[in-house]
């Protein structure tokens, strides 16, 4: 049976550690070498319960306020120490024109307002 994130973190003392074989669930075939962790399981088991539970409530820090019993800055505050462990994320802001091309493929607007708009 399969160990879980938890356990694993916990036997390893939240050390870092890389995962040196991989075994697919339906097959006997294994592939061996160096794998490191996705960045969401690097962090503690509190922090993804916490980071499940910011998707869970769609970002809503109010929402998160209620489930964890806590005050808005401790909520802002933890985000902040998780996404600066999570600083491989690399954000790229979508080009202006993609908001024209969305409202197009939408229908809100027509391919003559949509031309006009990224012309301007």
């Given amino acids: 049976m399969p160990m879980d994130w938890q356990h694993l973190t916990g036997m390893t003392r939240d050390q870092p550690f890389v995962i040196e074989r991989v075994r697919l669930t339906n097959s006997s ?3 061996e070498g160096a794998f490191e962790l996705p960045p969401l399981a690097r962090l503690a088991a509190e922090d993804q319960v916490f980071v499940a539970a910011f998707v869970a409530s769609h970002g809503s820090i109010k929402e998160m306020e209620r489930l964890f019993g806590v005050s808005y800055p401790t909520i802002k505050n933890r985000l902040r120490r998780i996404s600066e462990q999570l600083d491989f994320v690399h954000v790229k802001a979508a080009p202006p024109d993609a ?5 197009l493929e939408r229908g809100d607007i027509d391919v003559a307002t949509a031309v006009e708009m990224l012309r301007s």
């Fill in 99 to 103: 908001d024209v091309l969305d409202r």
């Fill in 29 to 31: 075939i294994a592939i």
